[in-house]
């Protein structure tokens, strides 16, 4: 039962890490961008899938936003919408603060599809239309084509120094449970035994003695 517990645990970490990962690690998109816009957004219980208020984007309240859009569609028909928010000093590090020149820029690489330019738009978070959620654009650059490879070098780089993080901390663990942490458990199981045995040598002697006590009144009992 324990070990099912403890691998359940291991499973929940890992997922929530994972989560958290692929949702602020950049992802690139190669698509078409059809349209450029502003709209006012109320910002409600989804707000933990925008940027945090005054970080350059003209928040107005804490409800209301003017957010600028990105619409953008696939090779396969398919569409996205991406919001396009500066990030600050906040969370996740981007430090963003040009969102108005990023408009711009999708702006002049719009296109139709009888004349496709082909762009890559990187960006993090996902696209979520039960919550209104949209992914934020960080930066745009066109492509000769929608088959073109991207190399996710930031995200290879971060993964192994993670992974290098990770394997640094489970060796000084090991270390530390090996000096510290094994011995003095050892020293308390020492101590708890030496303990029972003492028990264990003190109930055999009150045995060994009240056993005496009762031979001695049985021979009373025989002389009666």
Known sequence: MWTKI???????VVLIVGLFLH???PQHDVVRITETSNRITHIGGNWIFYSIEDTGTGAETNTERD??????????????????????????PYFKWDSATLQAEA???KSTSAAPQWVVITHYGWRIPLFSAFPNAVNIYPVAGPDVTIIPWVNIILLALLAFLILMIRRMWAQFRERMVDPALADVGETFDAAG????????????FFGRIAAWLNTWRAKK
């Not at 619409?71 to 000093?89: L, S």
């Not at 045995?197 to 060994?208: F, P, S, T």
């Open 197 to 208: 045995a003492r028990v264990e040598a003190a109930q055999k002697e009150a045995r060994g």
């Open 67 to 92: 957010i600028r859009f990105i619409d953008a569609a696939f090779d396969d028909g398919d569409v996205m919408v991406y919001r396009n928010e500066d990030t600050g000093w906040f969370w996740p």
């Open 107 to 109: 702006a002049n690489l």
């Open 23 to 25: 949702y602020t690690m």
């Open 6 to 12: 403890k691998w359940g645990i291991r499973i929940l």
